[in-house]
């Protein structure tokens, strides 16, 4: 989501006249996007904008954008007194008009209303990557999970129209994009807020439908509003990806009904036998947070297990970080640093095994990759499945750059934790 709103900023500057420059020393104006998800983010901004003022900040102009902008507000220019820009993702919008006020000698130029009905959009996107392109469909977040900051920074939920979606996404498959990520922070709310009324589901599948268009992902579900029809959706159109991530983030009953999830564990269960019980090969990955306040070492068990039972292809493990505005900041029986660290390792032991396991079931298949890069030191070109799994392989035609951005076939033949190892099938 960062690193799009990334593409959407330079778009949009590009298209008032900027002009994008390869390193942050040879810019004029350095614009810090920033991420204060959990504090290290938000920590190593700081830093980075001092020690860039430092060594080459002579004469240059800083903003400082995204959700630690949102979260800090005027306190940045206390904190960096270099700074003049202090804007939220929900002011982009505004953004060519806060940079004429840059331009006429502003000193400190803010966007930080949440009060905004629109989301982001911009005609003018750069995008980093040639084949898959970013579309959100939806900004912000309703939900109030007790650690998250994001409904602070990003505010409230709102949908983008279907048909600026669709458009975005014919656009872009005319442009030769062949993979396409819908994002938002909970996708699954999406709600078409003009006539045709469409939900999540009804968009992910028309996305697919659109000619020229292979690969549709999306990120992120929340239990709690994922329905069957999006696994019926992704058992009807091979272009929608046998991939979905659902973030449980506990196993516990106990610890979910303490983060407010909205969700039990055999509620969760239930989605995940939905996705089980799917004729396509669905891989499942998640998100989980260790030792959030008055975790027990018995709701800690509880994860560990539910890693067991669901079995999942991947995960992102986070050790609890305590975050401003967050009702968890106010919960007592906090855990030590060394528990937390000793529970993620836990669970990423845990979960390599489980890895392992699953990637191995998938030697002697053939499967079908997005050729993205190469791999020069081992002769290898780096591939990508439907189920989001690296599938390193080689390939006789050799060295041909002409092959980033090709669909192929790769037959597995060896399986690590992370990644796949295979041979194309001529
Ligand atoms: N501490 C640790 N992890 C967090 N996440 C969100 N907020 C926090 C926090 N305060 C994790 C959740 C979420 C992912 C994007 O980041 O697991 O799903
Ligand atoms: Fe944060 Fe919960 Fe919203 Fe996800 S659903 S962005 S975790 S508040």
């Given amino acids: 989501m960062n690193a799009h709103d990334s593409e959407k900023v330079i778009g949009t500057l590009v298209s008032k006249g900027y002009t994008q420059v390869d390193t942050p020393e040879a ?9 204060s998800i959990r504090d290290k983010a938000e920590q190593k901004v700081f830093h980075r904008l001092q020690q860039f003022k430092r060594e ?43 940079l004429v006020q840059l331009e006429a000698g502003g000193r400190r130029v803010t966007g930080l209303s949440l009060d905004t009905d629109e989301t982001f959009e911009t005609p003018f996107t750069r995008r980093d990557n040639p084949h898959r392109a970013y579309i959100t469909i939806i900004e912000g977040c309703d939900k109030s999970c007790a650690y998250c900051v994001v409904p602070f920074t990003r505010g409230p939920e709102r949908s983008r129209t279907s048909a600026s979606a669709m458009d975005e996404a014919r656009r872009l498959a005319e442009e030769g994009y062949t993979e396409i990520q819908l994002l938002g922070q909970n996708v699954n709310s999406y709600r078409d807020p003009s006539p045709p009324g469409w939900d999540f589901a009804t968009l992910l599948t028309r996305i697919g439908e659109i000619p020229g268009i292979r690969r549709v992902r999306f990120t992120t579900s929340h239990p709690r509003d994922f329905v069957k029809a999006i696994v019926e959706a992704i058992d009807e159109n091979p272009a929608l990806c046998n991939h979905v991530h659902l973030p449980v983030q506990s196993g516990s009953n106990r610890v979910l009904a303490a983060m407010d999830r909205l969700y039990t564990r055999d509620e969760y269960m239930r989605r995940i036998s ?27 068990n509880e994860t560990l297990a539910l890693l067991d039972e669901v079995q999942y292809d991947s995960l992102f493990s986070f050790k609890y970080s305590p975050r401003p505005n967050t009702a968890a900041l106010a919960m007592g029986d906090k855990i030590p640093e060394e528990e937390k660290t000793r529970r993620l390792t836990m669970v990423q032991e845990r979960q390599r095994a489980i890895q392992l396991r699953r990637n191995s079931e998938a030697v002697g298949t053939v499967q079908e990759v997005l050729v993205e890069g190469r791999n020069q030191s081992l002769g290898q070109w780096i591939g990508r ?42």
């Fill in 27 to 35: 810019a004029e104006l350095v614009l810090y996007n920033t991420c």
């Fill in 274 to 300: 939905w996705l089980k019980s799917a004729r396509r090969n669905i891989a499942i990955t998640t998100d989980i947070i260790v030792g959030f306040p008055g975790e027990t070492e018995a709701d800690f």
């Fill in 56 to 98: 080459a900040g002579k004469g240059k102009v800083f903003g400082v954008l995204g959700c630690v902008a949102q979260q800090e507000g005027e306190k940045i220019f206390e904190k960096a007194p270099h700074v003049s820009l202090v804007a939220g993702s929900a002011s982009y919008t505004k953004l060519p008009e806060m």
């Fill in 385 to 426: 499945t439907s189920q989001n799994r690296t599938l390193n392989f080689s390939h006789a035609g050799g060295n041909d750059e002409r092959l980033l951005g090709q669909y192929l076939d790769v037959r597995v033949t060896r399986a690590g934790p992370n990644s796949l190892v295979g041979e194309s099938v001529m």
